[in-house]
């Protein structure tokens, strides 16, 4: 049986945890899409799912080592995905900052960044995300290496990349901030989609009042401010997984 030092275990428990909670909260895509987390101390490897295993399968001791060119460094009958590859290293190469990454498809996600003008300030849910939220052009899937470059080139200081035509990546420097800014996302894209479909004249807000809310919220999410994301809540979340199942840590 593999064995693991204690960061490179720790990281596994968190990742499966992610990937447990995501697919708890209905982001998942059956065998699709997926999450990294750098191993720590390890710079050019991250974890990754195998490819074959529902996200409410995934366990610690199943995620696959992998380096920034595909080769699995974990004994393993599984494959990865190489969309997964192209995604994820172009994240934690451009972003030394970054520990996790989770790359959704959902139907409110998908809505949103197909629509040509992307998120819009009519909520306050959405303001809070417009403040860390980049767009990137669709190209087609991922699977070409060279793909990185513009990935990496559309990341900037971003949380959020809206992939056009395709999907959402949320990222964050703990499990528990990619977590939550990937909820934050689908909250807001959802709140906008319902407000479309109402058919209904929406309140605009003032240019003024957008950008100063967009400011104050660079702020309050930060380190600095009150409510740093995923700081309280992700001790919240894992709470809820263990009285469900606490099988992700095996």
Same mark, same amino acid.
């Given at each position: ?10 990281? $596994?428990?968190? %990742?499966?945890?992610? =990937?447990?909670? +995501? ?11 997926? /999450? ?14 195998? =490819?074959?295993? %529902?996200?409410?399968? /995934? ?6 080592? !992998?380096?920034?060119?595909?080769? !699995? ?21 451009? $972003?030394?900052? !970054? ?10 996600? +998908? ?23 980049? =767009? ?24 959020? %990349? ?32 319902? /407000? ?6 929406? !309140? ?22 009150? $409510? ?23």
């Amino acid at each position: 049986m593999a064995t693991w030092n204690d960061g490179e275990w720790q990281a $596994r428990i968190d %990742l499966a945890a992610l =990937y447990r909670l +995501v697919d708890l909260y209905g982001w998942s895509d059956l065998l699709g899409t997926h /999450i990294s987390h750098r191993v720590p101390n390890e710079p050019e490897h991250f974890l990754l799912n195998p =490819y074959g295993f %529902l996200w409410e399968e /995934i366990t610690a001791s199943i995620l696959l080592k !992998v380096d920034h060119n595909g080769k !699995v460094l974990t004994e393993s009958n599984y494959k990865v995905n190489p969309a997964g590859i192209t995604i994820h290293s172009a994240i934690l190469r451009a $972003r030394p900052d !970054v520990t996790c990454a989770i790359h959704t498809h959902t139907q409110a996600g +998908v809505g949103v960044a197909t629509q040509k003008n992307g998120l819009l300030s009519i909520t306050q849910h959405a303001l809070h995300v417009i403040a860390h939220a980049g =767009y990137y052009d669709y190209a087609g899937i991922e699977t070409d290496p060279r793909e990185r470059d513009r990935i990496a080139a559309a990341l900037e200081h971003h949380n959020l %990349l809206f992939l056009r035509n395709h999907g959402i990546i949320a990222m964050g420097r703990t499990p528990g901030e990619a977590f939550m800014w990937c909820y934050r996302a689908e909250r807001a894209c959802r709140m906008q989609l319902a /407000i479309q479909q109402a058919h209904v004249d929406t !309140v605009a807000l003032p240019d003024e009042l957008i950008e100063e809310t967009i400011e104050r919220n660079r702020f309050l999410n930060s380190p600095e401010g009150y $409510r740093a994301i995923g700081v309280n809540e992700w001790p919240a979340l894992l709470r809820k997984l263990d009285r469900i199942d606490p099988g992700y840590k095996t």
